[in-house]
């Protein structure tokens, strides 16, 4: 919505950024100086706070982009350019009453921008379109439609961010826990299964009032999953390395292999399974709310580090009768290209 004032105030140089700035950047620049003269922040300082209304009051009006395009035009108007009913001048009249939904032009209004009242000028579209009161978008002008004490409605409260590092169960399994607010008083958070490390978990309007009325700011927790010394993380699927013994992997054997947080499950290790292969359990990783992950075992063949007398001389006869070819052949073929 419109203001007589928008003449005067230059939005762009409140937020410190250029007339071309990104919605990006625009937003990222409101957000640090809100942070740094957010009243909560500076109790007591009335500088900060009108500075915190000045700011907000800009960028309610360059962030949406009607309103945005309105101030410049409202802008360029102030710059110094000589309007006549004829359309003479930079601009044309045309393009001035096109901004106040004017479908033609009065009779002979002429006005200079420099050294104007704008008072006076709104006063002159007022009676320009018979006393209605010339509009952009729904407010007359200089009449705020919201709680916010200014122009562009209510200012939203500021985000509160929290911390919790919780276990790789708590993680997996999900689990409502309960951390201390920046006031002192503890509050709720429901941890959901699967959650991820430095995942973050929002609480919509639990975060810092509107200094005018507007909706409250949220909580922001980042969540820190400590690692466990068995399982790791593939999306949904628990991941685990299950050392087998030689004999194993070279005859076979059926193997008993850990769950998270249940009971262990068996698995067949087939003959001559090598080290790195993968077996899947189905249905045993972590259960979401989305969907279900398996639980992927990698098999690992353990070298013995000692060895008796018995098995050293068992172990060389094999090694007399061994196959010749190396296993490293095809390595040795790729490696040379």
Request: net charge neutral.
């Amino acid at each position: 919505m419109a203001s007589q004032d928008w003449f005067d105030k230059d939005f762009y140089k409140v937020l410190g950024v250029s007339k071309d700035v990104s919605d990006a950047d625009l937003k990222k620049t409101y957000r640090k100086l809100a942070r740094t003269h957010h009243p909560d922040s500076n109790q007591g300082d009335a500088a900060s706070e009108a500075k915190f209304k000045e700011i907000s009051e800009a960028y309610s009006v360059l962030s949406d982009p009607e309103q945005r395009k309105e101030y410049d035009q409202i802008r360029a108007m102030g710059s110094g350019a000589r309007f006549t009913a004829g359309g003479q001048g930079a601009g044309g009249f045309e393009d001035v009453f096109s901004m106040f939904g004017q479908g033609g032009r009065p009779g002979n209004v002429r006005f200079q921008t420099s050294g104007t009242d704008y008072d006076d000028i709104f006063s002159m579209f007022e009676e320009a379109r018979g006393g209605r009161g010339g509009t952009f978008g729904s407010g007359r002008f200089g009449q705020p439609t919201g709680g916010f004490r200014g122009y562009g409605g209510p200012t939203r409260g500021a985000d509160v961010t929290a911390r919790t590092t919780i276990d790789f169960v708590t993680a997996t399994k999900g689990e409502t826990i309960t951390l201390q607010g920046e006031d002192g008083k503890p509050f709720k958070v429901k941890i959901p299964a699967g959650v991820s490390d430095g995942q973050k978990i929002r609480l919509r309007g639990r975060g810092r009032p509107s200094p005018d009325g507007g909706e409250a700011g949220d909580i922001v927790v980042s969540v820190t999953v400590r690692p466990h010394p068995v399982f790791t993380r593939e999306g949904l699927n628990l991941r685990l390395t299950v050392p087998v013994t030689y004999t194993e992997a070279v005859f076979g054997a059926t193997i008993e292999v850990p769950t998270l947080g249940g009971d262990p499950v068996k698995l067949r290790v087939a003959p001559g399974t090598p080290s790195g292969r993968v077996l899947r359990v189905k249905g045993r990783g972590v259960e979401t709310s989305k969907g279900t992950g398996d639980l992927l075992a990698e098999v690992q063949v353990a070298v013995p580090s000692h060895l008796d007398d018995a098995a050293r001389e068992a172990l060389e006869r094999f090694r007399a009768t061994e196959p010749k070819e190396n296993p490293r052949a095809d390595l040795m073929s790729k490696a040379r290209g």
